[in-house]
């Protein structure tokens, strides 16, 4: 099993851009991977993710400012996220799952190897 350990996140001004890096102590190839975040006292939800071929899933209310991509050479998952609001303060994960080439569902139940998070805190 990976670990996963992300990094990228800090703090910026409402507007600003970050992008968001997962690196995986391991092959990515056969893994479908996904970004998720958690605000403080909500619950944890699903933002993008992508699959072995590349394809790619997003929630509906981030479609727009969030791009999901990876790179298997590199063991890496990104996300770059564009004008950055004050509701996208928020610790941010990445997930992975073995693609066995069925749907996964973008909820927290599906995904069985998580990192610890960065935290991304925007002021207006």
């Known amino acids: 099993q990976v670990r996963l350990v992300e990094s990228g996140g800090g703090s910026v001004q409402d507007g600003g851009s970050l992008r968001l890096s997962c690196a995986a102590s391991?092959?990515?190839?056969?893994?479908?991977m996904a970004w998720f975040r958690q605000a403080p006292g909500k619950d944890r939800e699903g933002l993008a993710q992508?699959?072995?071929?590349?394809?790619?899933n997003y929630a509906a209310p981030m479609e727009g400012r969030f791009t999901i991509s990876r790179d298997n050479g590199m063991n890496t998952l990104y996300l770059q996220i564009n004008d950055l609001k004050p509701e996208d303060t928020a610790m941010y994960y990445c997930?992975?799952?073995?693609?066995?080439?069925?749907?996964?569902?973008?909820?927290?139940?599906?995904?069985?190897?998580w990192g610890q998070g960065t935290r991304v805190t925007v002021s207006s």
């Open positions: 391991g092959s990515t190839n056969s893994l479908c």
């Open positions: 997930a992975a799952e073995e693609d066995y080439g069925g749907t996964l569902d973008l909820v927290e139940y599906e995904y069985h190897t």
């Open positions: 992508i699959d072995t071929d590349g394809n790619t």
